[in-house]
C-alpha cells in the first residue's frame, strides 16, 4: 500500500518567519495531495490541495508545491502568525478509493 | 448544516465490551469514512463507504465493522473492544463517490478509551 513520511515531526518558528512541511510518498499512480490542519479538539480541516497536473498552488500565505519526479511535496507558510499553531497532516490519494495521511507535523510559532 | 456530527464525544469501555460510534451528515454526501488517530500515526482508514449499502476495508479494518443503510448514517461497531483500541475517532465525509481525491470533511471526534 502507499506510505507516506512527513518530516519534521515538531517544527517552531519566530512569527514572521517562514514554515516549510515535507512529505514523501511510495505510488507513483497517486494523484491528489492535500494538507489538512488540526486545531486542538477538533477535526481536521482542508487548508490547500493538488492535483498531479499541477507543479505549485499558492492560497495567500500558505503554497504547496509538488515534485511527482521524486515524488515529495511541500506545504509553505509564510508570515507566521501565533494562530498558525497547529497539527498539520499531508495526505495521498491513489488509485483506489482511500487517503493515506503523513504523520503529521506539530507547528509552534513564537510571538 | 450541522455538517459531520458524531456521538458520543467520549466514551470509557471496558476489555470486551461492545459498542457502537455514531456518525451522520446532512451534506447528500456519497463517500464517508472512519479513521483512527494515535500520537505520532496520523490518521488511518479504518472503513469507509462509496454510497448507500456499499463499504469496504481500509488500512487497519480489524476489530470493526460498519454498515451503510442510508446516505446520511455511518455507524462504526466494536465487536469486542481491546485496549489496543483505545484512539480517538473521526469519522469524514466528501461529496463524490470518488472517496479520498475530493475535500473530506471531519466531525469532532469521539475519544475511546479502552480499559
Known amino acids: 500500500g502507499e506510505n507516506v513520511e512527513q518530516h519534521p515531526s515538531t517544527l517552531s518558528v519566530q512569527e514572521g518567519d517562514s514554515a516549510v512541511i515535507k512529505c514523501t510518498y511510495s505510488d507513483s499512480a497517486s494523484n491528489y495531495f492535500p494538507w489538512y490542519k488540526q486545531e486542538l479538539g477538533k477535526g481536521p480541516q482542508l487548508i490547500i490541495d493538488i492535483r498531479s497536473n499541477v507543479g505549485e498552488k499558492k492560497d495567500q500565505r500558505i503554497a504547496v508545491t509538488l515534485n511527482k519526479t521524486a515524488k515529495h511535496f511541500s506545504l509553505h507558510i509564510t508570515e507566521t502568525q501565533p494562530e498558525d499553531s497547529a497539527v498539520f497532516f499531508c495526505?495521498?490519494?491513489?488509485?483506489?478509493?482511500?487517503?493515506?495521511f503523513g504523520g503529521g507535523t506539530r507547528l509552534m510559532v513564537k510571538p | 448544516n450541522a455538517g459531520v456530527t458524531q456521538t458520543p464525544k467520549f466514551q470509557v469501555l471496558k476489555t470486551g465490551q461492545s459498542m457502537t460510534l455514531q456518525c451522520a451528515q446532512d451534506m447528500n454526501h456519497e463517500y464517508m469514512s472512519w479513521y483512527r488517530q494515535d500520537p505520532g500515526m496520523g490518521l488511518r482508514l479504518i472503513h469507509y463507504?462509496?454510497?448507500?449499502?456499499?463499504?469496504d476495508q481500509g488500512e487497519v479494518p480489524n476489530g470493526y465493522n460498519v454498515s451503510r443503510s442510508t446516505t446520511e448514517d455511518f455507524p462504526l461497531r466494536l465487536l469486542s473492544a481491546a485496549p489496543s483500541q483505545t484512539s480517538v475517532y473521526f469519522c469524514?465525509?466528501?461529496?463524490?463517490?470518488?472517496?479520498?481525491?475530493?475535500?473530506?470533511?471531519f466531525g469532532p471526534g469521539t475519544r475511546l478509551t479502552v480499559l
Open positions: 469524514a465525509s466528501s461529496p463524490r463517490g470518488g472517496g479520498g481525491a475530493d475535500e473530506q470533511f
Open positions: 463507504s462509496v454510497g448507500a449499502g456499499i463499504t
Open positions: 495526505a495521498v490519494h491513489n488509485a483506489g478509493n482511500m487517503l493515506t
